[in-house]
């Protein structure tokens, strides 16, 4: 070689994000007013040749293929030469007497992994976008935010600067609120990104929390030098590492915070498989990847990771199950997913959480694109109910959703089964925490009950979606961003456990190895044969409209109401009543007033104008000043 490898890998890598940065000037707005071709417009002159939609997207696209093949050169060159100095300080940022904050970027090979992934998913769904978002009046906005957020995440995973880490950390969530509210005219787009916002921020605080205490604890944030620091377990350590779970429990929706991710799927389909299941909603499960080496001594932590994974894994699969909406559906499999994740974090196991991030990224990916599909034949039909017999007029998207759901439910040699069942096997050869495996297990059947229940209501009942429907199944840039992404879901399992990430070794035995492939076959007959038999019974009686797992749990009743509730009562108790309307006003402005007029009433009663009271007043006052001359001549 002539060049150090790392020289490479950070010059392919940092040329890559400047050309995405780029391209977003590539998308005007030529609705804009202020807009006129001749104009020089953010510095780029708008051309012909880089209207998105006049030339047929082929310019953006070869970009972002051309892109999407060049990130594979850095990540093998790691790959394969496993380069040490991979901590790439661009510029200093800013310094103080003691402490320097420089724009450091860290391209090791978890980060160029997840590159590759982000830039080809991103390259799939841009396309598809073509195709979904043709009818909208302002598409180059929209492109152009997708290309933003994608910049922000790659801020989020590539930097080695907790200061630069938060840039993107806000980035991806503020992205998020605009592109869920993107068809603001809707009432629940704009609901929904609210609450992804709030919920957001209280990840957010946990956070700060995490910065706070790495500047007190470590005197720096610079992540691979706080992560390398063998600091003692103190209280204020954990206490980071509390911080650090609250904050990837916001951005991944864990148990608690989730609600906002089943919500965000009001915004546009290509933002669901975007931001809510390939890429944002890793960042959470990506960063605690990252400072991994912070908890690698703390059970206390893992098991809590454990317990919030398995819970979040099996509230997200039992909620599934009993959805109608099939991107509510897909959703909550991304919620339970992102439980698992978590699951594998608690087992102390971070590359195997993120190579379940990289395989999950394509197969759901795929699947929102899908169901995107099917929703846009349909004319906007979103209730599996209505659906049946797909097959016959979308034979291409039909297949991508046996696919990935079987990718899903982890069935042999696609990609789900290499990541999920490295989880489960992982957690079997280590009993430690009995309830949160079995919790994972438990979410592991499920899954495979939904997946088949997707299938069921899309394929094998009598077709129910009218003649005419809107099918454009030949729109190459829908059945090219598809195929992809099924391929990536054939082989993406296979090519990261064989070339990229070394899986660590584990001995258990037969039955124990295969039994998550056992319980997920148990599940998919199970359901099959159940959905089987109950086809012929009025959908009315199966579904009672009002059950525990409908209605998720009724989390969302008792957070968002009885909570409200709670805070309106208490406030309306304890401030209003008794403190602003108690005590200020008794003892201050009323108090005083009540006080002065009853003194003064007082006073009046005296005046009686009786001449005897008078007098005895008279004599009572005279006696009392002889009294006390009395007194004091005497003490002299
Ligand atoms: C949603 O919010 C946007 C901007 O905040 C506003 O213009 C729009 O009217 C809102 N839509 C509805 C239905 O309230």
């Given amino acids: 070689m002539f060049l150090p490898t790392y020289l490479i890998i950070s010059t392919i890598n940092a040329s890559i994000i400047i050309i995405l940065f780029m391209s977003i000037f590539f998308f005007q707005n030529q609705n804009n007013p202020n807009f006129s071709p001749n104009n020089l417009s953010l510095g780029v002159s708008f051309n012909q040749a880089f209207n998105t939609f006049n030339n047929n997207n082929s310019y953006f696209m070869s970009i972002l293929k051309a892109l999407a093949f060049a990130s594979l050169i850095p990540l093998f060159l790691n790959v394969l030469t496993n ?92 992205l998020s609120f605009l592109l869920i509210s993107w068809w603001t005219t809707r009432a629940n787009a704009n609901n929904s990104a609210i609450q992804a916002v709030i919920y957001n921020r209280i990840g957010d605080a946990g956070m700060l929390v995490f910065f706070s205490l790495s500047l007190t604890l470590f005197n720096s944030w610079n992540l691979s030098e706080i992560t390398s620091i063998n600091n003692s377990i103190s209280f204020l350590h954990f206490l980071l590492l509390v911080g650090a ?46 400072i991994s080496p912070l908890y690698e001594n703390i059970p206390t932590f893992n098991s809590w990771c454990l317990i919030l994974g398995s819970l979040t894994a099996i509230f997200a699969a039992t909620t599934a199950i009993s959805q109608h909406d099939i991107k509510k559906i897909i959703a909550y499999s991304t919620t339970s997913q992102l439980g698992l994740m978590m699951v594998s974090i608690g087992l102390n196991q971070p590359n195997i959480a ?24 349909l004319n906007d039909e979103q209730d599996i109910r209505k659906m049946g017999g797909l097959h016959f007029i979308l034979p291409n998207t039909s297949a991508c959703i046996i696919l990935g759901s079987l990718a899903l439910s982890g069935i042999p040699f696609l990609a789900g089964f290499y990541s999920k069942d490295l989880i489960l096997e992982i957690s079997l050869s280590n009993l430690s925490n009995l309830l949160g495996i079995t919790l994972s297990f438990l979410a592991t059947l499920l899954t495979s009950v939904y997946s088949i229940r997707i299938v069921y209501f899309c394929f094998f ?25 099924a391929f990536g879901t054939i082989i993406a399992g296979w090519f990261i456990s064989s070339f990229i990430l070394t899986n660590p070794h584990i001995t ?91 003194l003064a009433q007082k006073y009046q009663d005296s005046q009686s104008a009786y001449i005897k009271q008078y007098l005895v007043f008279s004599i009572l006052s005279f006696m009392l000043i002889f009294l006390i001359s009395l007194l004091y001549n005497s003490s002299k």
């Fill in 83 to 174: 380069p040490t100095n991979i901590n790439i300080a661009f510029s200093n940022w800013f310094t103080e007497a003691s402490f320097s904050i420089s724009t450091q970027f860290l391209f090791d090979l978890k980060f160029n992994l997840f590159f590759s992934i982000a830039l080809f998913v991103s390259w799939s769904i841009l396309e598809f976008s073509f195709y979904y978002m043709s009818s909208d009046p302002t598409p180059n906005n929209f492109f152009r935010l997708l290309i933003i957020f994608l910049l922000n995440m790659i801020i989020l995973t590539s930097t080695n600067n907790i200061f630069l880490l938060f840039i993107g950390w806000e980035g991806v969530g503020f």
């Fill in 245 to 290: 779970l609250i904050a990837a429990t916001g951005k991944s929706a864990q148990f608690g915070l989730h609600p906002r991710l089943p919500a965000a799927m009001e915004g546009p389909t290509p933002v669901s498989a975007l931001l809510h299941s390939s890429t944002m909603v890793v960042a959470g499960i990506f960063f605690l990847v990252r």
């Fill in 354 to 377: 993120l190579f379940h991030i990289c395989t999950h990224a394509f197969l759901k990916a795929m699947l929102f694109l899908s169901s995107g599909s099917i929703i846009h034949s």
């Fill in 461 to 485: 009942k009598t077709p129910t979606f009218s003649p005419l429907s809107p099918t454009s199944e030949e729109d190459p840039n829908l059945s090219n961003s598809l195929n992809r992404l």
């Fill in 508 to 598: 258990i035995s037969f039955v124990l190895k295969n039994l998550a492939l056992f319980i997920t076959i148990l599940g998919l007959a199970f359901s099959a044969s159940m959905l089987l038999s109950l086809s012929n019974t009025p959908l009315t009686s199966l579904y009672s409209p009002n059950t525990f797992t409908s209605n998720q749990w009724f989390f969302e009743n008792l957070s968002h109401s009885f909570l409200l509730l709670l805070s309106f009562t208490s406030s309306l108790a304890l401030s209003t009543r008794n403190l602003d309307r108690g005590w200020t006003e008794n003892l201050g402005p009323q108090g005083i007033g009540h006080f002065s007029f009853s």
